[in-house]
């Protein structure tokens, strides 16, 4: 078990600490989505550091065991904000949304899991 919370914990890692980067930087690509989804590109900062918050929770997860399942929890909230977000607009486009959703979640239950 210890295995696949470590391999599970540092892939949601790498994908939201990818994607906080890609936010924080000022890509193109959040902003896009934030027109999209009808959201103020000023909110595109804050969520990348909750995205980056998530991540080095996760990381930190490995040392403090509540804070990594508190972290995986929240970011597990995220993405049901982000679920909701694509749905009000009708968008259908949601194969990114779903392998991000799904990392995470996987690592919210083998946190528990393995330290529950």
């Known amino acids: 078990m210890f295995a696949a919370y470590v391999t599970v914990t540092c ?15 000022g890509h193109d690509y959040p902003k896009a989505q934030a027109d999209m989804k009808r959201i103020p ?6 969520l990348g550091l909750l995205l980056a918050a998530g991540t080095l929770g996760l ?4 040392a403090v065991p509540l804070l990594g399942t ?6 597990v909230l995220y993405f049901v904000g ?3 977000a694509h749905l009000r607009v009708g968008s259908r486009k949601l194969v990114g949304w779903a392998a991000f959703f799904v990392t995470v979640a996987a690592a919210f239950a083998v946190n528990l899991g393995y330290r529950w």
Do not use: C, H
Request: net charge positive; hydrophobic share 70%.
């Open 11 to 25: 892939v949601a890692a790498v994908f939201t600490g990818s994607a906080a980067v890609t936010y924080l930087l």
């Open 70 to 75: 508190l972290a995986a929890g929240g970011l």
């Open 82 to 84: 982000a679920l909701i």
């Open 59 to 62: 990381l930190a997860g490995f």
């Open 41 to 46: 590109r000023s909110w595109v900062p804050v």
